[in-house]
Structure formats: structure tokens, C-alpha cells
């Protein structure tokens, strides 16, 4: 391609509201043949919103979201400022822990009002060896059935309950997973949240490939397991947890919506945080590159 060609289609994409560090980025946009989304902000709108709190036997339903909220109001995470928000709202003021310590894909930990709480996945509660009573996991599959997450609170190493939120799909994901596809781009979802939530988000995008439970850590690994297998990789994502993948990729895209660290690793922003400019881009470095190959 000339560098004239390429200078074209950057101005061009800039009209699009998508940002291209360099003109050689439209060499490896074209190429791409698989599109990997991280689910929550990039396919999810990332607001999460608390929509139910469901306490354990003889525990008091506001005592799990007041100490619950006393923790996340620490955390920047999406579900932390949901359960933070509802948590201030019913009761003002919250207390302010002893200790605090976030556990990165897993949920936060500290000391409040002297007593040890958990809030997070299954899995962090499993670190300290305490176990989810049936009446909480039945619970739990039925939230999670329903597309939705349940964060398990736990104190003085017992489980005391559940705290549900949920997350709305963007309104245009899905006409974008649709242009992905008839753009010859297999789509895949890949999450840190539960595989009965990705299944869910997955089915409603219509998106067939799902990989969920991945550990932030862990995100870059199955870009590169991809490749691995002759892929050629986009990857779209909005989170300091995206922020490798999104440089392990061929071709990285940040929403415009996300964290620095996320668009610093990115080789194009999407700067209205819209899927649908990402197919945008594939479209224009075809047509920018076709017209002179
Ligand atoms: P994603 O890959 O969808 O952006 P994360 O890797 O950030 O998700 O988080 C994975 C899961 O870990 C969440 O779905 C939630 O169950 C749990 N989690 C992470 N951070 C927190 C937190 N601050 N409070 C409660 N749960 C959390
Ligand atoms: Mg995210």
C-alpha cells in the first residue's frame, strides 16, 4: 500500500470515531480472521446495577449489603460500585474498614467493624475454606440461570449471603457481532464472570465461542493459544485486566469508554465505546488496501 493510501484511510477513520495509532495498523486490520470480546464494557455496558439481596438463613439482609458495601466502596470495580451505590444509598454513611485488599478477578477482602468479610467469586470464598450452604447455591444458579451475577458475601468465615447484579448488553452489540460475521470474523467471549452468565450474555449477541472464568492474567494466554492455532487475532476489550491480551493481539482496539491502561496497549480506539466501529475499521482497512493491491 502507499503511504498516501493509508494516510487516507486514517482521516477517514477518524470521521468513523475510531482512532489508528499508525497507518501500518490498517495492514494487520485486514488480515484479521477472529474477533475476541471481553464481555463486561466491551460487549456489556459495564454498569452494573444491585438488584437483590438474598441473605443467609437467621442473617440480616441489610447487615450483608452494609458490610459488603463498607468493602467495594474501596474497589473500582463495576459490581463493587453497584453494591457501593445501593449500599450508601439505604444507609448513609459506611463504615470504614479496618483493612482492605482487593483480589484481582476474584472479588475483596478486609476487616470491618472487626469482623473478616469476604465479597467475590465462589473461588475466593474457597481460598479461605469457606463453603456456600445449599440454600445460598441454589440460590446462586437460579441468579446466574438468568444471566446474572451473585457475588458471595461471606464473615467470620461464613457464608452470609448473596448480593445479585446485572449488566445490560449494549444496544448494538449484537448488529455488530452480526456485521463481524458476514465480515468472514469468527467472534469469541472471553470473561473473568461465570459460564452460566457468558453463556447467557454469549447467547443473546449471538456469539457461539465462549471462554469464561478467565483469570486477568490469564486473558493474554488464550489470544496467544489462538494464534497458536494460525488465528489471526483482534481483541477488544476496555480494562486494565485487557490491558496485555489487547498487546498480545495482532490487532488490539480499546473502547474509547475504558481505562488509559487499556488504550495505551491498543493499536485503534474505538472512541464512541460502539462495537459496531470496530467491523468499521475492518471495512475500511479492506477498502483502503484493496483499491491499491
Ligand atoms: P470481566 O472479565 O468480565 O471484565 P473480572 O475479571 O473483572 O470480569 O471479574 C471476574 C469476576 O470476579 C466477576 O464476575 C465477579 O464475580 C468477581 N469480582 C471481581 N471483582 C469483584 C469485586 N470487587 N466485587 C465482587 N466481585 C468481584
Ligand atoms: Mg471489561
Redesign the pocket.
Known sequence: ATPTALLVGTGRGAQLGILIKGPEVLESTRKVDTIVL????TVTTGKMALLDVIPADGTPADEVLRLAGAL?NS?E?P??QA?AKAAAGQFGALPAPESFG???????QGIVDGRGVL???ES?LADWSVRLPADLATAKASAEAAGR?A?VVSWDGEARGLLVVADAVKPTSAEAIRQFKSLGLVPVL?????RT?AEQIAGEVGIEQVFAE???QD?VDVVRRLQDEGKVVAMVGD?V??AAALAQADLGLAMGTGTDVAIEAADLTLVRGDLRSAADAIRLSRRTLGTIK
Not at 38 to 41: P, Q, V
Not at 102 to 108: A, F, L, M, S
Open positions: 471481553d464481555k463486561t464494557g467495594e474497589s470495580h459490581i463493587a453494591i482487593n483480589v484481582e478477578g476474584k472479588g475483596v465479597v467475590g467469586r475466593l451475577t457475588v472471553l470473561t473473568g464472570d461465570n452468565v478467565v483469570m486477568p486473558k480494562g485486566n485487557d
